[in-house]
């Protein structure tokens, strides 16, 4: 069994940045591929970013692509994801997801969720 816990959600202004951490513990940390996935009301859960688990192959939508930065730290058991220029339509509850199999790329993926941390945007 995994446990995720996410970590540093937070209002911002637009234009501004957060990290936000996700801590992994019950599996080697370094056997999972990961990633984040957002929420936001009314709307499906969709995919936001990617790593793998051996060398640390990254993946981002296209809404994100140059603004987010995924990362992890094998050491620290934990995942990170960087968020710069944030933008009203980034606010979301912000989801850390892994798999023990696959690249995380959609929900059905996933075999571990973290329980979300509010991130919003202000315009």
């Known amino acids: 069994q995994v446990q995720l816990v996410e970590s540093g959600g937070g209002l911002v202004q637009a234009g501004g940045s957060l990290r936000l951490s996700c801590a992994a513990s019950g599996r080697t940390f370094s056997s999972l591929s990961m990633g984040w996935f957002r929420q936001a009301p009314g709307k499906e859960r969709e995919f936001v970013a990617a790593i793998s688990r051996s060398i640390g192959v990254t993946s981002y939508s296209d809404s994100v692509k140059g603004r987010f930065t995924i990362s992890k730290d094998n050491a620290k058991n934990t995942m990170y994801l960087q968020m710069n220029s944030l933008r009203p339509e980034d606010t979301a509850v912000y989801y850390c997801?892994?798999?023990?199999?696959?690249?995380?790329?959609?929900?059905?993926?996933?075999?571990?969720w973290g329980q979300g941390t509010q991130v919003t945007v202000s315009s």
């Open positions: 997801a892994a798999d023990r199999l696959t690249v995380p790329t959609r929900p059905n993926q996933v075999h571990y």
